[in-house]
């Protein structure tokens, strides 16, 4: 299923590939470096932000080691579920009470959304409204439905006593335990600092990713223009249900960069260029990090 929806989304992209072929051969290879660093840059401030996130002290090499697994694990299921699911169990072997992980892992994910979402407004207004050409982004009242939808069952749901039984005796009970865990984080400055600035880190790097891929194709498109291309690509493509997007990163990014006006010919290995070290290129140390924490115990 995967390979049928990245084909089905990538294919398309392929139409000039002799031109492609010329751009790749000519590509600047001396910008690698570079994208290797602010690739590997994404797992240290992936650390920051989930040691930020839980009121205990993690020891810092197996919490690095830990992104690393989590960037394999994630591999293995889509919106990142892989990945939640080996930090809350990492955090549960360093003595994390459940609730309290799985609820600190859920505040990591909201700081990624809040950083993400703040470098939209920034990059946007630093590139101005011409960054996107004639890219149209989707119509935002189809978001306002779903929201509607999903307070409507919920509501529905509560009429019916066993529901409400459910809510009231073991939900809300975890719940409290949550926002425990939640208010013990969010009272301590420092550890705000870490899990905001860890989560602003992450976004930052993955974009830089993306400006040095383009520049080593020769595009010409300023870090504002191809932040700005990389922070609404990237949020749109998210709703895509495979792991880490595969298919509709590439996609949204390619058909972003080209209506910013870089030549299909240059979004294209750009944003494979890209991909490959921060997506397929980490699968191996990931799987190596992840039998380490087995065999160490971790998870």
């Not at 050409?133 to 189809?142: R, T, V």
Request: net charge positive; hydrophobic share 55%.
């Amino acid at each position: 299923a995967v390979l049928a929806l990245a084909t089905y989304f990538l294919f398309p992209q392929f139409a000039d590939l002799p031109g492609i072929v010329d751009q790749v051969k000519d590509a600047n290879w001396g910008w690698t470096p570079l994208i290797v660093l602010f690739s590997a840059l994404t797992y240290f401030g992936a650390s920051l932000s989930m040691a930020g996130a839980i009121p205990q002290h993690l020891p810092a090499g197996p919490l690095v080691v830990t992104s690393f697994g989590s960037s394999f694990a994630s591999k293995l299921a889509p919106a990142g579920i892989g990945g939640m699911a080996l930090n809350v169990r990492f955090l549960q072997k360093q003595g994390v009470d459940q609730t309290v992980a799985v609820s600190g892992v859920g505040l990591n994910t909201i700081a990624g959304l809040f950083g993400h979402l703040t470098l939209v407004g920034v990059f946007l207004i630093w590139a101005g409204r011409d960054a996107f050409g004639s890219f149209d982004l989707p119509d935002p009242k189809w978001f306002l439905v779903g929201l509607g939808v999903v307070a409507g069952l919920a509501a529905v749901s509560l009429l019916i006593p066993s529901v409400r039984s459910v809510v009231t005796r073991r939900l809300l009970p975890v719940i409290a335990k949550a926002f425990d865990g939640v208010g013990a984080v969010l009272r301590r400055p420092g550890k705000v600092a870490l899990l905001l600035g860890g989560s602003i880190l992450v976004t930052f790097s993955y974009l830089t990713t993306l400006y040095f891929s383009v520049v080593a194709f020769g595009g010409g498109l300023p870090l504002a223009t191809v932040g700005a291309v990389f922070l609404v690509g990237s949020a749109i493509a998210q709703a895509a249900p495979t792991p880490g997007g595969l298919g509709a990163v590439e996609a949204a990014l390619i058909a972003g960069l080209v209506a910013a006006g870089l030549d299909n010919t240059v979004a294209v290995p750009a944003v494979f260029l890209y991909r490959l070290f921060t997506f397929w290129v980490p699968i191996l140390p990931g799987w190596i990090a992840f039998q380490w924490l087995e065999a160490k115990e971790y998870i």
